[in-house]
């Protein structure tokens, strides 16, 4: 099959680039040798709505069919039928364990679940009122300085130590930055619990009562987290990618993605959604005036939870997510009136034209908080678990970057600054 090329006419001279194409068809132009071969041409692409950053074997995602899978494996085949450790395995591996691999895969992890002590003092440090994405992502940063070495890449056991431990770290860390604002003891839970079982523990049990697990709230939890463990080159996985590709260590690198996640366009939003529908229904439950305010140009508003950058049709996620938040909330015998204002929210935007013409649908963050809210979780906590549940996606794409010897990131740019002019003494200014 002849090689398809891309034809490009610049100034009167004639390039050619060569084409790749994916195994789902999708298609690029090749211009790594733009820049040599036009004698300085760069292209430019803010926010890379059409730049390709990588290739990659972990996440597609089809935006105008709202599909997406996990090496292969649909959304909802997974959180249908596998559970988050499976799925984490997935992602980093690249195959389902066999129930012998999973259960190693789990023995090691929780072997490296205990975080130094020291941490403690640096959690002490924060004030109650620091926002737990912060406080996450200094401790995730403080844990390069308790495990200093770096990891070999070529070396399968030294990436496979490091992969435990951060999966066994991480879940204390997220447990620790929400009891800290509670004011609770800093708890470890049961290693003979589940991972997600232990979570909920570590997280919820009271100093002076047994914690008693609820399996609807294990279950919508785990499902929570698989349906967050992966999105391909989003905002902060390209920012580990981006931080992983200087050869910084992996913990270093997932710090610089808790950061990236933090902002509401990205992960904050499940927060800002929550803190949105609570405006609402204080306002009176007035949704047609914030449709209104999202519409108006002049209005910084807009509508949290609304909009994604690659799905232009339904989020899968988001669907999966609504469905659990019935049955959940019905399940835990939770009525809760944001609920309907997000239904009624989610109705008028569908069936408003400003929506439709933009291929505005709900995204993952519209209805996860209020799953979170009916499972007790504070709502400054959504983030976190958002991260709780993007760290496998994380550590998968930063593996990948690193094996396939991607080089570092450092884009160019076209300058629009002042040409050259003479200094100037201050006592001639
Ligand atoms: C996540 O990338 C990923 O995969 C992310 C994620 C993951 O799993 O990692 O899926 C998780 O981050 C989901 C998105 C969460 N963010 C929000 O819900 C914040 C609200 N949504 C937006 O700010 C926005 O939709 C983005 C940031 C999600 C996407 O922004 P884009 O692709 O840069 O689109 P844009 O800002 O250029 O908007 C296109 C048009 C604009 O109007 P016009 O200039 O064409 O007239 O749509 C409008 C925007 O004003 N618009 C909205 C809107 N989102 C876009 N108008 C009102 N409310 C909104 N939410």
């Not at 100034?11 to 994916?22: A, H």
């Amino acid at each position: 099959m002849s090689e398809k090329i891309a034809k490009l006419e610049i100034n009167g001279e004639k390039y050619e680039f060569p084409v790749i194409e994916g195994t789902e068809n999708e298609i690029a132009i090749d211009i790594k040798n733009l820049r040599g071969s036009t004698n300085g041409v760069i292209t430019i692409d803010p926010g890379y709505k059409n730049t390709g950053s990588c290739e990659s074997a972990i996440t597609f995602l089809d935006g105008e069919k709202g599909i997406l899978r996990y090496r292969g494996y649909a959304i909802e085949d997974l959180a249908e039928k596998a559970d988050f450790l499976e799925v984490a395995y997935l992602l980093i591996f690249g195959e389902l364990p066999t129930s012998k691999q999973l259960a190693k895969f789990h023995k090691d992890i929780k072997a490296q679940s205990i975080v130094d002590d020291d941490i403690k003092k640096i959690i002490d440090a924060f004030p109650k009122t620091a926002h737990p994405m912060g406080v996450l992502a200094s401790l995730t940063s403080a844990l390069t300085a308790f495990n200093p070495s770096s990891v070999n890449v070529d070396s399968e056991e030294e990436m496979y130590n490091a992969i435990v431990k951060i999966l066994g770290k991480f879940p204390v860390l997220v447990a620790w930055a929400m009891r800290k604002k509670q004011g609770l003891p800093l708890d470890y839970g049961n290693s003979s619990l589940g991972y997600v079982e232990n979570i909920l523990q570590m997280m919820f049990k009271k100093p002076h009562e047994e914690y008693k697990l609820n399996p609807i709230v294990v279950n919508a939890l785990d499902k929570l987290l698989i349906l967050h463990a992966d999105h391909e080159q989003n905002c902060s996985t390209s920012t580990v990618r981006m931080v992983g590709s200087s050869h910084a260590g992996l913990f270093a690198s997932l710090a610089a993605g808790i950061s990236a996640l933090w902002g509401p366009l990205h992960g904050g939003a499940n927060q800002a959604v929550l803190e949105m529908l609570e405006g609402i229904r204080e306002d009176g439950g007035d949704t047609k005036k914030y449709m209104a305010k999202a519409k108006d140009k002049s209005d910084s508003f807009r509508l949290m939870g609304f909009g994604h950058r690659v799905y232009k049709n339904f989020d899968p996620r988001a669907t999966i997510i609504k469905k659990a938040a019935d049955e959940v909330l019905a399940d835990l015998g939770v009525e809760d009136p944001i609920l309907d204002i997000a239904k009624g929210l989610e109705k008028e935007a569908l069936e408003d034209s400003y929506f439709v013409d933009r291929k505005l649908y709900p995204n993952v963050d519209f209805y996860s908080g209020i799953i979170y809210r009916g499972m007790g979780i504070p709502t400054e906590m959504f983030t976190v678990m958002f991260a709780l549940g993007r760290l496998p996606g994380w550590i998968a794409q930063w593996r990948e970057m690193r094996l396939r010897k991607e080089p570092i990131g450092r884009p160019r740019q076209v300058y629009i600054g002042e040409n050259h002019r003479e200094f100037s003494k201050i006592s001639d200014r």
